[in-house]
C-alpha cells in the first residue's frame, strides 16, 4: 500500500500500515462509526443518524483510534480498510464536494 504521509507527519506516520495489528478487538458499535467517519460524515451527521450525542461519537472514535494505533480518522479508516474491516464498497462518496456535482 503506497500512501503519501501529510508533510507534517513525517515518516512514522506511515509506520502501522506497514504491518497493521489492533491493539484490541474493534467493536461492532466502533466499526459502525468508523464507517460512518469513513463515508465522510461529520460527527455531528454521525451523532443525529445513530441517536447519540456527539460526544459519545467522539468517544467511541478515539477508542477506536487507539485500539487500532492510529493518531487520526484518515489513518484509522486506512488501518480498518488494511486489517479487512472496512471494505472499499461500503464507502460512498457524497455526490456533491463542496457544493458542486462530480
Same mark, same amino acid.
Given at each position: 500500500?503506497? $500512501?503519501?504521509?501529510?508533510?507534517? %507527519? ?5 509506520? $502501522? ?6 491493539? !484490541? %478487538? ?35 472514535? %478515539?477508542? !477506536? ?5 492510529? !493518531?487520526?480518522?484518515?489513518?484509522? $479508516? ?16 457524497? !455526490? ?7
Amino acid at each position: 500500500m503506497t $500512501v503519501t504521509p501529510p508533510a507534517h %507527519r513525517g515518516a512514522g506516520y506511515l509506520k $502501522v500500515l506497514d504491518n497493521p495489528r489492533p491493539k !484490541a %478487538r474493534v467493536t461492532r458499535r466502533e466499526l459502525q462509526f468508523l464507517t460512518l467517519a469513513a463515508n465522510g460524515n461529520t460527527n455531528m451527521q454521525i451523532a443525529t443518524w445513530t441517536g447519540v450525542g456527539v460526544s459519545t461519537v467522539n468517544t467511541l472514535l %478515539r477508542k !477506536a483510534y487507539r485500539k487500532l494505533g492510529a !493518531a487520526d480518522r484518515a489513518q484509522a $479508516v486506512a488501518v480498518a480498510m488494511a486489517l479487512g474491516l472496512i471494505r472499499a464498497d461500503e464507502i460512498r462518496l457524497p !455526490a456533491t464536494i463542496h457544493g458542486r456535482q462530480k
